[in-house]
């Protein structure tokens, strides 16, 4: 347990998503995609995954684990999509409607609250390494994705399942296991491709990543809590420039 009662996955994921809202609201709006997505998607990754999900107006994503909502809300500025995020931690959904307007219920991956074939289309960025119950997960998203729906996916992958210095919370699967989990879940794996294989964001983007994070940390750089919550991104870095895990998008159909 960390400070305050929460755990480093809770400062990580709840408390730094209530922060980033009122970060964003000084900022201004067009911080608030960048800051939604830092850590967990690029605009290169984002296109891939719109383009391979076939997502268009419409479409009724369900965002498994979505946090505060950037990815979603990028599906819903170049496409139109009509996303709904689901996530465990309050402050992330609270978030996500805030920044968004974006429909936002508090769930876990392995217990969703739609009903059998509800999505068009899945996604599910950067949450299978934190669920110890992977299958729980794919089962669930399996059920509530109708037939024949894309699932994207983006998943670090490791070399192990617990590499020396992992963040708390974490395990990683193997590209092997990762293949085992889809198919014996219900999904054809279509397409995969390594995050570091994809072009860099742009400029406007990366500058506004920065400015949020210094912004960030002048507001709340002292409290343990932003200490827990970099020192858990600061471990997955680490392993990532020490070959250890990569990030991987994948593109896979409800059998």
Same mark, same amino acid.
């Given at each position: 347990m960390g400070t305050n009662g929460e755990t480093p996955m809770? !400062?990580? =994921? #709840?408390?730094?998503?209530?922060?980033? +809202?009122? /970060? /964003?609201? #000084?900022? $201004?709006?067009?911080?608030a995609i960048p800051a939604g997505c830092r850590g967990s998607a690029s605009p290169a990754g984002l296109d891939w995954l719109l383009s391979t999900c076939g997502i268009g107006a419409g479409t009724r994503l369900v965002d498994v684990g979505g946090g505060v909502g950037g990815p979603a809300g990028y599906a819903v500025e170049h496409t139109g999509a009509s996303?709904?995020?689901? &996530?465990?931690?309050?402050?992330?959904?609270?978030?996500?409607?805030?920044? =968004?307007?974006?429909?936002?219920? /508090? !769930? &876990? %991956? $392995?217990r969703?609250? =739609?009903? #059998? %074939?509800?999505? &068009? !289309?899945?996604?599910?960025l950067g949450v299978v390494c934190t669920m110890d119950d992977k299958d729980a997960l794919l089962t669930e998203i399996h059920r509530v994705l109708r037939a024949d729906g894309p699932l994207g996916l983006l998943v670090v992958v $490791? #070399? +192990?399942?617990?590499? !020396?210095?992992?963040p708390e919370g974490n395990t990683f699967p193997t590209s092997d296991s990762l293949r085992e989990l889809l198919r014996d879940n219900g999904f054809d794996l279509r397409a995969e491709v390594d995050v570091d294989d994809l072009p860099e964001p742009p400029a406007d983007w990366t500058r506004r990543t920065e400015e949020f994070g210094e912004a960030l940390e002048r507001a709340h750089g002292d409290d343990p809590r932003f200490v827990e919550a970099k020192d858990q991104s600061q471990r997955l870095a680490t392993l990532a420039e020490d070959g250890h895990v990569v990030v991987r998008?994948?593109?896979?159909?409800r059998q």
């Open positions: 809770e !400062a990580e =994921f #709840d408390t730094v998503a209530r922060w980033t +809202e009122g /970060v /964003v609201q #000084d900022l $201004g709006p067009e911080y996303p709904v995020v689901a &996530d465990p931690m309050v402050g992330a959904c609270r978030s996500a409607s805030r920044l =968004f307007g974006l429909p936002a219920v /508090v !769930a &876990d %991956g $392995g969703l609250p =739609f009903t #059998d %074939g509800a999505a &068009d !289309a899945v996604w599910c $490791g #070399d +192990e399942e617990r590499p !020396a210095g992992a998008l994948l593109h896979a159909v």
